[in-house]
């Protein structure tokens, strides 16, 4: 209602006149068009090709709560950690390196099941997962390799611990290298699932991602697996050095295809909360790390290896917060309506895709 | 047992929600809370774990010369279901098996086996299958599957009072639509449509429905993508990822591993 009409500004016998107005106007018409009579709130939501239905959105949000993000982190690096640990110990490399893989990847082994399994709805039926094995899921093989990692894992840390306790002996070997080659075999696609996962789904900043999520997660993963093996004191081996420098390039390219892919679909990874947390997680993972390892190289004694811990703390922290910041994105981008109604969003798609290669 | 489906005329629909109040009464769906939306006289809001059937309100600016004496305003209604899809990504991503296709065709969550882990939530186009919070488990439109079972049509056509929603086989459906559409386009509504994305990745849905004007407006997406189309790019990224970690890793350590 526009203040010069508003009923308050009107001496009586103004407001008198313009209640005679009305019903003469709605005498004559039939119907009143008199615009001051607009209620507050309007004009009202119209539903409409622009608008949707009134701006509701039409996908639900993912309904994980906190674990999942977490469980995304933990897998990643102890999934990375037995790859790690398993090269490192065929290729004879030094053995407090692979025993301290062994642990991570064994840790990570106990604290993802409880993760994922306080997620459920219903964690007392977290068995019907064993049900089927579907290859259509990501979950299901996501539920499989875990299952196969856990095991690997758990094996080669135990072996680890009976043959450091007891020495070493035949049974603990087999267990050792069985444990070891599962570890390894399953800890390939474990780091890195995790991005399918999110990537086969309806959300459109995931499955616009689909193709980029598990180079990125494997990536992170690997980070952080490095990180923490320096921070426990391995700050001096050059193959994790090269592996950090490997993972922190990656990340940069990654964070700059973030920032440089023009998609409405990918507006969640640059804009508003989880637009922030993508970049701090990105340039934490990336640019960062990758600075201090190149300054550790050219520094001496402990000058370089107070650099790499410090790269190692940024990496972790980094790999934390992109798999947060990818959660979040995905909740922001269920919530805008006007993705999943576009008309020819394969045809824009395409548009995009040839024109992303034609830039390339 | 043959192919069954729903078809839901939003011409016929007068809004009246009867089918709202029949799933719910017939399913024991729990209220979904009272609340003004402020969207016409829409106050249920969207399909979700306690709403199996939605009437939308849809208050839209008429197009002049298409049938109908609206004035400023044209007020049309269509209630909402799962669309029980051909290639369901719901079906699909459930990894404990519990959602299964019937020997209706109908997509059904048997609730004694899923164990809530909310994959479905994200892998449905039409944003129908939620989790309930209170319950744990995701929930949706069953079809009606133990009605079905024994001979009787869902609560929500038996209830509706107009026919607006049909029950049937499926391709004896798509025929009547074709038939209904053809009524209407002779009667002048020639922005009437059949809305069943058979030419999408979902290959059709076993709940079409007839709406005036854009389907948008009814929150119907015009290109609904069953997320396993992303599988493939997705399964080779993680391949590609996995060979350079341990290809990495291999000449990392092999080059630099020896030196503590």
Redesign the interface.
Known sequence: MSDALSARNLSVEQRERRLDEIRREAESRG?LRIVSERPS?AP??????E????G?????Q???TWEIPLYFFVGGAAG?SA??GS??HY????RELVRHARWIAAAGSVISPPLLIS?????E??L??L??F?P?????V??WTLLGFSGGAAAAAFAQFLSDRYGPSLPVRVLENAGQAASLAFG??F???T?????????PV??QS??????H???SG?GAAVGILELMGHN????????GL?AAIFETWEGLRIETRNREELEPLKRGLSGFVTRAGGVLSGPIPGMLRVASLFAGGRRSRKLRSLAAASSVAGSLLTRIAWIQA?HVS?RN?RL???????QLREDHRQSELAAD | MSITAFLTDSTLCIGCKACEVACKEWNGVSDDGFEWSGYSYDNTGALGASTWRHVKFVESTPVPGLGGNAGDMSWAFSSDVCKHCEKAGCLEACPTGSIVRTEFGSVFIQPDVCNGCGYCVSSCPFGVVERNPSDGRAFKCTFCYDRQKVGLEPACAKACPTESIKFGEIDDLRRKAQERLDVLHSRGMHDAAIYDPLDSSVAGTHAMFIVRGDARAYNLPPKPEVPTVYLKKAWTSSGIAAGLLLGGTLLAFLAGGQEK
Not at chain 1, 91 to 94: E, F, L, Q
Not at chain 1, 136 to 140: E, I, L
Not at chain 1, 210 to 215: C, N, R, Y
Request: proline share 9%; charged share 15%.
């Open positions: 119907t709130g009202f939501p119209r539903a409409s090709s608008n949707g239905y009134y509701t959105p039409l996908l639900k993912p309904p994980w990375a790859v790690i090269i490192a290729t004879g490399a030094d997620d459920l709805g219903r964690p039926r977290f019907a997962m049900r089927v579907k259509q899921s990501a979950m299901s996501g539920v390939l696609p780091s890195n699932y991005g399918v996962l999110i990537g086969a789904t309806a959300i995931w499955n689909a193709a980029d999520l598990p180079l997660f494997a990536a690997l001096k081996n050059r193959a994790l050095q090269a592996l490997g995905g269920a309506w999943p109604l576009r008309e020819d969003a394969e």
